[in-house]
């Protein structure tokens, strides 16, 4: 029988270990209650912090309900600016099976007719409410992935781990290093966030005291073209000295990032994404852009998906080759009158459809240092199943995470 996929990408296996436009479309899943224009579970379109009181949700709404959601949306289009793309749900209860099938992301990513490219879980945990199973949670995110991916709407997850619980970084869990049974977890499309605006948590005794601001990371990651870190220095500022935000970061147990200053390399190691500062400049900045896995490279030189910036890169490649190529599904090829095989070139035309639609721009914009199509000419096209069978590498663009030099004072040059 035929398949019905059409044009079915799978993800290349490695081997042993050796914004903006539509790019930067997110969602939003928050703990919340429900208004009189906005019921539980229901997925709106939103544009600006406009759109988003216009359904009764202000600052007054977050004080009442000792919640955050105006907080984390506000943040969102502060950074990525009125006009950008946010799907929020509200959701109430535990996160237990938020990303299970019937669950409210996946509602969420039907709702928004697979347009998200990043999810963010903004969990205000209620009085009562058990703490989160972090690394439970981070493998349900990742299955969500997985099942984003297989349904061609792939679609990247940030959670807020409100109250990070380690009382030393030593202590706190390993992300780049957990292990679930016998295994190690490659949750390379989940990232969780622990950096909060000191001085807005600081106000409250509940548990946004504990809060991480997902909406803020949320922002960063849209305002990027793909291939961006969101804690680039030149143009990751998160501080608004003028409104009296991110004057003091701080992370998600409540703690000034200066009076963890010594242990701050130790959690960058660990993966946990948080702001932080530099002498000889104003403000704070993302640390950088981890996923939820150990740096994987194989023989052959593939590597895998270890920021969010190279996560985002494939999700647009895969997204965009699947466009280019769906319109060729049951149509009618010649080939070889006496193989039966591909004509050369049949096999050039369509890697050039493919590289042209995806490929070629990409590079131009400068998302990729270079991407490649490879048609296998040995596909077989005349008995069942006939299988177009294409390879794709993409080489990513690479990101200085520190630079190191060396001075000395000397005579003459």
């Known amino acids: ?69 105006y907080r984390h949306v506000s943040e969102f289009f502060r950074i990525a600016g009125d006009g950008a793309t946010l799907w929020l749900m509200l959701y109430t209860g535990t996160t237990d099976d938020i990303f299970d099938d019937g669950g409210a992301a996946r509602q969420l990513i039907a709702a928004a007719k697979g347009e998200i490219r990043i999810l963010a879980l903004a969990n205000t945990p209620r009085e009562n409410d058990e703490p989160v199973v972090l690394n439970t949670l981070i493998q349900k995110a990742q299955n969500f992935y997985d099942w984003t991916f297989e349904t061609f709407r792939p679609c990247q997850v940030v959670l807020e781990y409100n109250g990070f619980a380690a009382n030393t970084a030593v202590a706190a869990q390993d992300l780049k290093e957990i292990v679930i049974g016998s295994s190690t977890l490659e949750a390379f499309k989940v990232s969780v966030c622990i950096g909060q605006d000191y001085q807005y948590a600081d106000q409250f005794t509940d548990s946004r005291r504990t809060m991480a601001d997902v909406g803020t990371m949320l922002g960063s990651i849209s305002a990027k073209q793909v291939n961006g870190n969101i804690g680039e220095v030149a143009t990751g500022n998160l501080t608004n000295a003028t409104k009296g935000i991110w004057i003091e970061a701080g992370l998600s147990n409540h703690k000034k990032i200066s009076q963890w200053d010594s242990q701050l390399e130790t959690l960058d190691e660990k993966g946990y994404i948080f702001a932080v500062s530099y002498s000889g400049f104003a403000g704070f900045y993302w640390n950088n852009d981890y996923t939820c896995t150990p740096v994987i490279k194989d023989k052959d030189g593939y590597f895998n998906e270890y920021t969010i910036s190279y996560g985002r890169v494939i999700d647009k490649c895969v997204r965009g080759l699947r466009t280019a190529l769906l319109p060729y599904v049951k149509s009618s090829q010649p080939v070889d009158p006496k193989t039966g095989k591909l004509p050369p070139a049949l096999c050039t035309n369509f890697e050039a459809i493919a590289d042209n639609a995806v490929f070629v721009p990409m590079q131009a914009a400068g998302e990729i240092t270079s991407g490649k ?30 630079i190191k030099g060396t001075i000395n004072l000397k005579t003459n040059l």
């Open 1 to 69: 029988m035929a398949s019905l996929k059409g044009v079915n990408i799978i993800r290349g296996k490695l081997g042993a270990s050796a914004g903006v436009g539509s790019d930067g479309i997110c969602g939003l899943l928050a703990t919340g209650v429900a208004t009189s224009e906005l019921e539980l579970l229901e997925a709106v379109e939103l544009h600006s912090t406009d759109d988003l009181e216009a359904l009764g949700i202000t600052q007054e709404y977050d004080t009442e309900n000792h919640l955050c959601v």
């Open 373 to 402: 199509t490879t048609i296998d000419p040995n596909s077989n096209l005349l008995i069942t199943p006939r299988v177009l069978n294409v390879s794709f590498v993409v080489v990513p663009t690479g990101c200085i995470d520190e």
